[in-house]
């Protein structure tokens, strides 16, 4: 029988790090995603300007890439511009097949919804800090699919409500602490809100009679 290590407790506030590489441009054609890099700089102009990676919500993009549609690469790139690398292991040319993409969205949606544990091929990147407020453990993340990882492991872990939001031509999964939330964004209970009241509006709407012949 396998003893489990024993843990020591530590109280140290957690942080998270999601890098967007602002240099990375998508481009989607004939089913296949790629991206390029501008060239290196030399050295002394790196100094001189050095890159600033953005960084992220990934609960956010989270929901920004569950709510994207199959039939819109156009949508897909232009988010992608905005998060950076996609996941690991492909580089500067190398052609990624649009299906691969839905993929895997569809099976982090499924850990999402089942509730199952992300079997991710590695653990995050993670770093001790400190400066004069104290010490804090920063988890790192340079790709989408670890930054969505990531935001799923926490939510699972906190044991989150996982709901699917209410507009039917959305119903994306989310989690929240708030059991009477019912759409995953401002935006869907605002449509929704629109067509009740113009349902409203229809059924109050005195019906023409018909002129006799």
Request: aromatic share 10%; net charge positive; hydrophobic share 35%.
């Amino acid at each position: 029988m396998t003893q489990l290590a024993r843990l020591i407790h530590v109280n140290l506030p957690l942080f998270y790090c999601c890098y967007a590489d602002p240099e990375v441009q998508w481009r989607a054609q004939e089913g296949f995603l790629t991206f390029v890099k501008p060239p290196p700089r030399p050295p002394s102009e790196r100094l001189r300007r050095p890159t600033v990676w953005d960084s992220f919500d990934p609960w956010q993009k989270r929901d920004q890439f569950f709510s994207l549609k199959r039939d819109r690469p156009d949508a897909l790139v232009s988010f992608l511009n905005t998060t950076g690398l996609f996941d690991r292991g492909y580089s500067q040319g190398s052609k990624i097949p649009l299906g691969f993409v839905w993929g895997l969205r569809d099976r982090a949606m499924r850990c999402l919804t089942e509730k199952a544990p992300p079997d991710w091929s590695e653990d995050f990147e993670v770093r001790l800090e400190g400066d004069k407020q104290g010490a804090r453990v920063v988890f790192t993340t340079r790709t989408l699919m670890d930054a969505v990882m990531l935001s799923i492991t926490t939510d699972l872990i906190r044991k989150l409500k996982v709901s699917k939001c209410a507009r039917p031509d959305c119903a994306v999964p989310f989690t929240t602490t708030d059991l009477r939330k019912k759409f995953h964004s401002w935006y869907c209970g605002h449509i929704e809100a629109v067509r009740r009241e113009r349902k409203k509006e229809r059924r109050a709407k005195p019906k023409k009679e018909k002129r006799p012949r």
